[in-house]
């Protein structure tokens, strides 16, 4: 049962598609005062949800805050990152679950102030509650799944594995990389652009120096089976004669200041405007610009720094430079030395630039600030949209900031991750929450974005990455290459990557029933056995779909590990190009994983496809039952 509380609502976010009458009274099982929701936890309470964030599964202990942030280092102490999810299910005394639905900020305090206290605190009081009772776990999700609507159905071509790098910057280093692959054999089916591909970082555009003929390039690429996905950024770059940024000035289709003068903030391209995706028409025009890439045969985008990310505002840095003036040739002191430091690096992402623009909503003029969180969701909404106009095929569209809504328009990647061993367990940890907040298309980016990878980390995460429906190895400028070929010998992620295409009839089968049944794809034990006190607490392994459960490896050096088995299920192991089983018993067992076998569980046999060099390639029919 669903129940709504409406506490002045200051817009329709559109995350819910249900009309639902208003409930009267208190919204127990909370306790409502002083505009915050309080409840008392007892040693049992474990508490699920808030998809995109750090920790654990089970995030009881922590203070999470929900303001889509550009974070570049996911360390356990952060609160934010690029989403905001505002779902929680609480399962203790009382289980349900719980959906606060605002445009701004709001603090899940889960066991942090008070270690027996949930305190949830929307900055301000302005939202829609939903409350959800039901008869499991998986229940109460599904209800809150049916509250939100169907989740994105990508392409089965996007179930393929991806290879990107920021510093791929012309033709020849993407036609490089696919040779790489295809000599090697590696399966490969896209091949990402990151913003190097664009003319001086403007959207829509293309530099010709780097990339003389895109159409022909990318018709070339696709005969041999690869897909090439751009990237699109918010932020459009302030030139004249741009005309992306002329008809967006004329039109008034970029987010002003309170005076109505375009907002000017830095980004990649310098000077730049935000297209206000929360005006449904300039929401439209900029959809419509996705024409330029798709007359030349691009079928998928992914959008990025749609937090939105700001470098600076054109205000800010002015201030900013006022005040370095009146310290040059000062003798500073400690203090003030930190002080001038931190004069430039507070400028990134600042909440008071956020205050100082404003968004035309069919319901009037808000400013940003107060809707911040649904900015990257009607990026990707403008987006989707418009892809199905332009295009007669489902079109591939992830995005990195998001809101509960977006889940029906696209996927998320899990943003600037590190090559740590401990985010191969983030990203593990991350796919729950995301599911049950309905974004079912998610992954990370695979051999970590920031810092140098290792051959034995790429391997583990690989083996880990063959279960996420987005499978894409994405790094950033400047550090070492982690490609499937980068290490030398490339017969161990080949096998790795074959895996992955021949367990796509049943990873993309399980995939759609998840979108058609409101499920989730990745599950905690304790949602298939709730009654199992120890699969409770098991937070490194997941359900995969109806009969896989996985228990990857994630530390260093480590060449096996313990593993729970809530019920008896086959070991499926792969060595090289062999598949062998072994059926094992309920409880806990200590696996051995050499570097370079995948090892996983059945509870019921599930497809196995031959290996394929593309999805074009796989026969989806040839399977032999596993299991
Ligand atoms: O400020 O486009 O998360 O995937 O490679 C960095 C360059 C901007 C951040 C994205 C990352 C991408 C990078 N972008």
């Given amino acids: 049962m669903v129940k709504r509380y409406a506490y002045s609502p200051l817009i329709d976010t559109g995350a819910v598609v249900r009309e639902l009458p208003v409930s009267a009274g208190s919204p127990a099982p909370f306790t409502l005062e002083n505009e915050r929701f309080t409840l008392k936890m007892d040693e049992t309470t474990r508490v699920y949800g808030l998809g995109e964030t750090v920790r654990g599964v089970n995030k009881r202990g922590w203070i999470y805050e929900s303001w889509c942030t550009d974070e570049t280092f996911h360390s356990e102490e952060k609160r934010s990152l690029y989403g905001a999810h505002n779902f929680i299910l609480v399962s203790g005394e009382v289980t349900f679950g719980a959906f606060f639905d605002l445009p701004g900020r709001i603090t899940f305090d889960l066991g942090y102030t008070d270690s027996d206290l949930i305190c949830i605190t929307p900055e301000r009081f302005s939202l829609d509650l939903y409350l959800i009772t039901g008869d499991s776990l998986k229940d109460i999700v599904a209800q809150f799944r049916r509250l939100i609507g169907k989740s994105y159905l990508p392409p089965r071509w996007a179930f393929g594995f991806g290879q990107s790098r920021w510093g791929y910057v012309k033709e020849e280093d993407i036609r490089r990389c696919i040779d790489a692959y295809q000599k090697a054999h590696i399966p490969l089916d896209m091949l990402y652009l990151d913003i190097d591909y664009m003319d001086s970082f403007k959207d829509f555009t293309v530099n010709t120096e780097r990339f003389p003929d895109l159409k022909a390039f990318a018709a070339e690429m696709k005969e041999r089976g690869i897909r090439l996905i751009p990237i699109i950024d918010a932020a459009v770059k302030q030139e004249e004669g741009y005309p992306i940024y002329e008809e967006g000035r004329q039109k008034r289709y970029f987010c002003q200041d309170r005076d109505g003068r375009d907002f000017v903030v830095g980004v990649w391209p310098g ?338 496809a031959k290996a394929a060099e593309n999805t074009a390639a796989l026969d989806w029919d040839d399977v032999a039952y596993i299991g």
């Fill in 271 to 608: 000077k730049s405007l935000l297209p206000d995706f929360l005006n449904p028409e300039a929401a439209r025009w900029f959809g419509s610009r996705y024409k330029a890439l798709t007359d030349l045969g691009i079928e998928g985008f992914w959008n990025d720094m749609n937090e939105p990310a700001l470098f600076y505002s054109e205000q800010g840095l002015h201030n900013a430079f006022s005040e370095l003036k009146e310290l040059d040739g000062k003798n500073l002191d400690i203090w003030s030395y930190f002080r001038t430091r931190n004069l430039m690096v507070n400028l990134q992402n600042s909440d008071e630039d956020y205050k100082l623009f404003y968004h035309q909503t069919p319901r009037g003029r808000f400013s940003h600030y107060d809707l911040h969180n649904l900015y990257g969701y009607h990026m990707t909404k403008s987006a989707y949209d418009a892809l199905c106009e332009l295009r007669d095929e489902p079109s591939l569209l992830f995005s990195r900031a998001s809101y509960i809504g977006a889940h029906r328009y696209g996927g998320i990647w899990t943003g600037d991750n590190h090559t740590w061993w401990s985010h191969i367990l983030l990203s593990l940890q991350q796919m729950p929450g995301l599911n049950m907040c309905g974004f079912l298309f998610s992954g990370s980016d695979i051999g970590g974005f920031a810092g140098n990878c290792t051959r034995d980390l790429l391997i583990r995460w690989m083996s880990f990455a063959v279960f996420t429906p987005l499978m894409r190895n994405h790094s950033a400028a400047g550090t070492r290459s982690q490609e499937a070929f980068a290490f030398g010998d490339t017969e161990v992620f080949r096998h790795i990557i074959e895996l992955r295409y021949r367990l796509i009839p049943y990873l993309y089968g399980e995939f759609v029933k998840a979108v058609e049944d409101d499920a989730m794809f990745f599950r905690p034990l304790v949602f298939d056995y709730e009654e199992d006190a120890i699969a409770a607490t098991v937070e490194d392994q997941l359900m995969v779909g109806d009969s896989l459960m996985i228990a990857p490896i994630y530390r260093q050096n480590a060449d096996a590990r313990h593993v729970y088995l809530p019920e008896a299920m086959t070991q499926v192991r792969m060595h090289q190009v062999d598949i062998s089983t072994e059926e094992l018993n309920k409880g806990w067992h200590y696996i051995s994983v050499p570097l370079g076998d995948v090892v996983f569980f059945s509870r019921k046999p599930f497809p196995l």
